[in-house]
């Protein structure tokens, strides 16, 4: 309030310095020569201007002038300002069935200059439409001037851009297939599963220039799972669901009408789940002379979400524990259960294991056969040898559970992965679902040869 009152009294103060020196000091100045040229008629004259009307009528007269020399802006009692008003959108009037238009901003920036005061109502009352009339234009590239349609005569304007380079095409349409993708699908709870999407247009009619169609690789409908409301298993509907052309390098093209501008789709949500057991894989050697007792976890299954597809192929979920040089019983806590790629939600994500030992013992299996594994289709495979055919595996753990551990568990394999028709000697691998036990061959490497079918 007394910033206010400030700059009240400011403002009557200059009005008062202008008056004084172009009305009062003037006025003063020719009373006083008239008053010189009738020295005899000083006492009438003082008795005139002594009168209360008479200064009545001469202040009148005054604040005329000076509300006329004002409002003419010959006097300023304040120095201009500008406003700039930001992301103004531009109308582009032309025949829209017919023509194609490139090069118009969709917003500009315009600047208002003017007197404070001005400025404001210009902002309050000011219509601010920025329009191109193309109307009588036909195709061809022009340079034309934005119009900017404001109706205060005492505020002048500046447009950025005040003129644009313009191209009007004819307009053309192409039928494409439409595609879609999703958006936000981390956002839905991972315990759903998107089953299908059936959208009730399979095509699309995209009109513009010809040459922007040419540029246009496919057409995708951008379907939002946040926004779609996805909270159970069932069927939901999915309404104005925008459309987006896009070019070869997957960027979005500009200037272009969808018919229809925008569909619908119908989506499916399931939930599908199994439940897994957790197996414990171990790294790292155990000290020398030792071997795994027992390993419980406390996490005994794990159920998990996902695609059905990709559930199909687990048979279990890992928790991975380091037993390098480890000599003594030990507990693990806070063990990470490794999810796998394509499962979205586990019931568990962590567990304790818990690891006992006991003195190493071992125990031969003998003639085991090797399996091959990822031959290339159009290949078979053989041994050279009867010897490259089986080999003996030494299992490594403690007695107890050596007597009755199962030959069957223990598979050997050799990966042909990348193998070609020839001879090759390749490395021999083991493995077992039962952690407690280590493997080792007595031969590392055996020959095998790939035919042609």
Request: glycine residues 6%; contains cysteine.
């Amino acid at each position: 309030m007394n910033k206010i009152l400030k700059v009240i009294v400011a403002i009557f103060k200059v009005i008062y310095r202008i008056i004084d020196k172009l009305i009062v000091t003037p006025i003063s100045k020719v009373i006083y020569k008239i008053s010189l040229l009738g020295k005899g008629n000083t006492g009438k004259l003082e008795r005139i201007l002594n009168r209360p009307i008479i200064l009545l009528y001469l202040s009148l007269l005054c604040a005329i002038g000076v509300f006329v020399l004002i409002d003419a802006e010959v006097i300023n009692l304040v120095d201009n300002e500008a406003e700039i008003i930001d992301d103004q959108p531009v109308n582009i009037i032309y025949n829209e069935e017919n023509y194609v238009v490139e090069g118009v901003p969709d917003t500009i920036d315009i600047t208002l200059i003017g007197s404070k005061s001005n400025l404001y109502l210009a902002k309050q009352i000011g219509d601010h439409k920025v329009e191109l009339d193309l109307t009588d234009y036909t195709p061809g590239t022009y340079k034309v001037k934005l119009k900017y349609n404001h109706s205060m005569n005492n505020v002048s304007y500046k447009l950025d851009p005040s003129t644009v380079q313009i191209k009007i095409s004819e307009k053309d349409s192409e039928v494409f297939n439409l595609s879609y993708d999703l958006l936000n699908e981390n956002k839905i709870d991972k315990k759903l599963n998107i089953s299908s999407i059936k959208l009730n247009e399979s095509e699309i009619i995209v009109k513009g220039s010809k040459e922007t169609l040419s540029t246009i690789s496919n057409v995708k409908a951008l379907i939002d799972l946040e926004a779609a409301g996805l909270t159970n298993k069932g069927e939901y509907t999915v309404d104005s669901i925008k459309l987006i052309a896009y070019d070869n390098k997957g960027e979005k093209v500009e200037n272009v009408e969808m018919v229809p501008n925008n569909i619908s789709a119908t989506i499916n949500v399931d939930s599908y789940s199994v439940e897994l057991p957790v197996k414990v894989v171990t790294t790292g050697k155990i000290t020398t002379g030792y071997a795994l007792s027992s390993i419980t976890s406390t996490v005994s299954k794990v159920t998990v979400y996902g695609d059905q597809s990709v559930l199909d192929t687990l048979t279990s979920i890992e928790a991975k524990i380091d037993v390098n040089g480890l000599s003594t019983d030990k507990t693990y806590s806070g063990v990470t259960l490794v999810k796998p790629s394509g499962v979205r939600h586990m019931s568990e994500s962590t567990t304790s294991v818990t690891v006992t030992l006991d003195t190493e013992s071992s125990k031969e299996f003998t003639e085991k056969e090797i399996e091959f594994k990822n031959l290339a289709n159009g290949y078979k495979v053989g041994a050279v040898s009867d010897n490259d055919k089986k080999i003996t595996v030494i299992a490594k753990g403690v007695s107890s559970a050596l007597e009755s551990f199962d030959a069957t568990k223990i598979k050997a394999y050799i990966d042909l992965t990348g193998y070609t028709a020839g001879t090759h000697e390749v490395e021999v691998k083991l493995e077992t679902d039962d952690s407690r036990f280590t493997l080792v061959s007595q031969t590392t490497k055996v020959k095998i040869v790939i035919t042609k079918e």
